[in-house]
């Protein structure tokens, strides 16, 4: 029987708000930070809200050379150009950026090359902006909601995007936030998929650890854009892939993580539990933290892997967290469906015990 989760997420939304560079709400959460590359991406806001120019240079030729990484195993510049726009995207108290603050950021970023004409780091900072600029006036909602006057606009900052970027080309082939940026304007632009897959591929082939380069290809293949169920699933195969001698089966959960909350990903056949499953283990063996557990957790709720549920509740004990799961309904089922003794067994009714809120399917 199926279960009534409220998936809180869909694929081109989500994936979307990832393209531009748009925290998430968690983000303002006090200690939310503490991954490795998150903390190389606090670092890098506290830099640039400081207008510490100089340290930013050295900074990105530091993570530039020999593609350096984090102890996660991630591309340090990923991280370090998600630290200069989580100084302008992360708005606690008002997520919507007006047009004046826009362009105090974009005013920031010149400062910044003006103070080193020569910063890659400020020149690929300036092109992401202008992308990022287009999809805030374009918006992330479906083509049919997308005004005339904010199609025009987008396309014309997209293409002002593309135009930054061609002239870093050359220091470029060899940059994979330069390829992310070239296939973020390729995903905006509606590219042939030879086109797109090809810088994809030299992506790959210059970082594959630079994941972002990832996350736009799952969002070009999507359905909702230029591609289909199947070539979403094909991509998240190559991404892991490409990954696994570092990360092992990390993206392949991480993907499913981010394109999926629903117990018809397992019944379809769309993700493979054993291997997901997997994945979390290899992506708390990188580094452990209670946000991965909690959605591990949840993952095996949905599963119906009881053992697995069980298990990850104890070693959770007081760091298991209701904020961290994408519902009540699931939280409170998850819960109560570990309790039952019988594997097979399964709670027709259930109440939250920190809340008190009762649910029937």
Not at 50 to 65: A, F, M, V
Request: aromatic share 12%; proline share 4%; hydrophobic share 35%.
């Amino acid at each position: 029987m199926k279960l009534n989760w409220q998936s809180s997420t869909t694929v081109s939304a989500l994936l979307l708000a990832l393209i531009s560079s748009i925290n998430t709400a968690s983000a303002c959460t006090k200690n939310n930070h503490i991954r490795p590359a998150e903390i190389v991406s606090d670092e890098v806001h506290k830099l640039m809200k400081e207008k510490n120019y100089k340290k930013l240079d050295e900074l990105y030729t530091k993570y530039s050379k020999k593609m350096a990484k984090t102890p996660d195993g991630v591309s340090a510049l990923s991280p370090f150009f998600s630290g200069i726009a989580q100084t302008f995207n992360v708005a606690c108290t008002n997520p919507k950026r007006s047009d004046e603050e826009w362009l105090a950021h974009q005013a920031s970023l010149s400062a910044w090359l003006e103070s080193s004409p020569t910063s890659m780091g400020a020149k690929l900072a300036l092109a992401f902006f202008a992308a990022d600029y287009a999809w805030y006036a374009r918006g992330s909602g479906y083509s049919s909601t997308v005004s005339d006057a904010s199609q025009k606009i987008f396309e014309q900052r997209m293409a002002s995007a593309k135009r930054q970027l061609d002239k870093l080309a050359g220091p470029g082939k060899n940059n994979p936030a330069w390829y992310e940026g070239m296939l973020t304007v390729g995903l905006a632009q509606g590219w042939a998929p030879a086109k797109f897959d090809a810088m994809y591929n030299k992506a790959a082939k210059v970082d594959p650890y630079y994941l972002d380069i990832h996350y736009t290809n799952i969002a070009f293949h999507d359905a909702k854009w230029y591609g289909s169920d199947q070539e979403v699933l094909s991509a998240i195969n190559r991404a892991a892939q490409l990954t696994k001698a570092r990360l092992g089966d990390t993206m392949y959960t991480r993907l499913h993580w981010t394109i999926a909350q629903s117990p018809d990903m397992f019944e379809t056949g769309g993700a493979n539990w054993t291997r997901m499953k997997a994945g979390f283990e290899d992506y708390l063996r990188l580094y452990s933290d209670t946000r991965t557990r909690n959605n591990y957790a949840l993952y095996a709720c949905m599963a119906e892997d009881k053992p697995t549920l069980r298990e990850q509740l104890a070693l959770l004990g007081n760091d298991l967290d209701p904020k961290k799961w994408s519902n009540d309904y699931q939280y409170a089922y998850c819960t109560a469906y570990a309790k039952l003794s019988g594997l097979d067994q399964k709670p027709a009714c259930f109440t939250r015990a920190d809340t008190g809120a009762y649910f029937c399917k």
